[in-house]
């Protein structure tokens, strides 16, 4: 296994500008989660992904944000309009047939 | 609504000096705890799964276990190279196999 790869790892971004992240998932692991994590806190769930459909979505994720997982492969997390409150580490994760999900480095965004 | 609670927020031992990180949580049904070990500014480690009472895991100088209704990380004789944040997680019923954290104990060995 290589691990969860993120990409980039560090992202500056002018509010209201469009940012995108993308994760590439441990090999043959059909499911794929996004986690947003910021100072002092535990990852809180995004969204979840299981092949190449999205089965949930928190509340947390508003309509500017958007993930998608084409062909059950790689995903990518949009965020449209950055405001300030997204600054954080974005945590992409994968988990095959032993439900162990393993979490990349993460993506940290800073909104300026 | 699932919830976990993790206690102390911070814990300062000396090397050698052994003691306990604990995870409380409140469920509906309980499909496992999971213990992730986070150094600053990278994703978490996995560490361990426990699925029921009273089971134990292993691994260098971690021990974990669990209760009906909280889970224990003991470490034994830190060494600085342990200095971390420690993530408590659990997986429910009914939640599509996402996992919940706890708010972590971010634990600091000195020689």
């Known amino acids: 296994d290589t691990g969860v790869s993120q990409d980039p790892r560090h992202k500056i971004t002018k509010r209201g500008q469009n940012v995108t992240f993308r994760c590439d998932p441990i090999?043959?692991?059909?499911?794929l989660y996004w986690y947003r994590q910021t100072l002092g806190q535990g990852p809180e769930f995004l969204t979840y992904?299981?092949?190449?459909?999205?089965?949930?979505k928190s509340r947390l994720l508003s309509d500017r944000f958007s993930a998608e997982r084409p062909k059950g492969s790689f995903s990518t997390l949009e965020i449209q309009r950055t405001e300030q409150g997204d600054s954080a580490m974005y945590l992409c994760a994968s988990a095959g047939s032993r439900n162990t999900i393993y979490f990349g480095e993460g993506s940290w965004l800073t909104v300026v | 609504e699932d919830q976990v609670t993790q206690s102390p927020e911070a814990l300062r031992l000396q090397e050698g000096e052994s003691s306990s990180l604990n995870c409380s949580y409140t469920v509906s049904g309980l499909r496992g705890l999971f213990w992730y070990r986070q150094d600053p500014g990278k994703g978490p480690e996995f560490l361990f799964t426990l699925y029921s009472a009273g089971e134990e895991k292993e691994k260098e100088r971690l021990k974990a276990t669990l209760t009906k209704k909280e889970s224990f990380l003991h470490i034994t004789a830190p060494k600085p190279e342990d200095s971390a944040t420690y993530l408590c997680a659990v997986r429910t019923t009914g939640t599509a196999s996402k996992l919940t954290f706890g708010t972590g104990t971010r634990l600091q060995v000195t020689l």
């Open positions: 090999s043959e692991h059909n499911r």
């Open positions: 992904f299981q092949n190449e459909a999205q089965l949930e």
